[in-house]
């Protein structure tokens, strides 16, 4: 069977490039979107478990990019979502801000961030990055300071409050007529209701069982999604935990490990049908320049069940 020729939308197996060499964390973490393996994606996502107390900590040191980004910490039970399985302070723009939730956080470009440090492990979570406008890591972080350690902490130097730009509880708003197999609705932690600088719409939820019905067939005029399938087992990253398939163009492309794919606005691309789950994992949509559901999905077309759209 000849591959399909939206085979080259899809990322199958990460890249593991960045953060390597410490202790406690996955290291290097998986590149699950790049330029490198997309050449239309103008972006680039790395995610990687925490497995304990990260050494040393911090490592990941006070530095600053020429492009925005979004640091995502998520919990890794699916039975409590919200709970991170930790304590962190992350530093932006001098102010300490801690948290214990899975959280969101938009840093636009050039604004100083880090140090990360951990305050408390109890349980495995991710934490994943994404920056915003390329996907060339060298671009995006290689002469950003961020494995610099510095001489004491950071020192907020204005009075704007950086909260502004943390979400540590989500909307709940997008897939509630997804009842069974599936958390319903999903938890949205970026979007520009939540932070009004944010052109980004990110929502997310695990998926425990065979979802049913099926994600439709869909169709968006305005905007560029990637969407991230990540297996939930820290022990064995790659694995989804799953079998399912994924549909682009009219082809049902097959998965069943941990992948990203790069779905080009005016696209078709659905439906998406599990066959098996073994494993609860994640399902991440992005919503690339829409900074509300509203924008991100209100242009889009559905198919009805046996329906297929026009491209």
């Known amino acids: ?39 239309e994606a103008n972006y680039y996502i790395e ?10 900590n911090p490592h990941i040191h006070e530095h600053v990019h ?8 998520w919990g890794g039970d699916p039975e409590r979502p919200q709970v991170l399985g930790g304590e962190i302070t992350f530093y932006v723009g001098g102010q300490p801000i801690t948290f214990n939730t899975t959280t969101g956080v938009f840093i636009p470009a050039g604004v100083p961030h880090g140090p990360m440090i951990w305050n408390k492990f109890e349980f495995p979570h991710i934490e994943m990055a994404m920056m915003l406008g390329t996907g060339d890591p060298f671009k995006g972080w290689g002469q950003s300071g961020i494995a610099e350690p510095k001489k004491g902490l950071p020192v907020k130097k204005d009075k704007f409050d950086y909260e502004q730009y943390v979400i540590r509880s989500p909307m709940r708003e997008a897939g509630a007529n997804f009842k069974k197999g599936r958390q319903s609705p999903t938890m949205t932690y970026m979007s520009r209701t939540q932070i009004n600088v944010a052109n980004y719409y990110i929502e997310f ?19 560029d999604e990637i969407v991230l399938h990540i297996g939930g087992d820290p022990d064995n990253p790659e694995d989804l935990g799953a079998d399912m398939e994924f549909g682009m163009g009219g082809d049902l492309l097959q998965f069943n490990t941990s992948y990203g794919m790069y779905v080009p606005r005016g696209l078709r691309h659905g439906p998406l049908n599990w066959h098996k789950v073994r494993k609860p994992h994640i399902e991440m949509a992005m919503m690339l320049g829409a900074g509300t559901m509203a924008e991100g999905w209100g242009d889009s077309f559905f198919a009805r069940p046996g329906e297929r759209l026009e491209q």
């Open 1 to 39: 069977m000849a591959e399909s020729q939206y085979e080259k939308y899809a990322v199958r197996k990460p890249i593991y490039e960045a953060g390597p060499g410490y202790k406690g964390r996955q290291s290097p973490t998986m590149t699950f979107m790049s330029s490198q393996q997309v050449p």
């Open 47 to 56: 995610l990687g478990w925490i497995y304990d107390m990260p050494e040393p």
């Open 66 to 73: 020429d492009y925005d980004e979004i640091v995502i910490h």
């Open 205 to 223: 939820g695990w998926i425990w069982g065979v979802v049913e019905p099926g994600i439709p067939e869909m169709l968006h005029k305005n905007y």
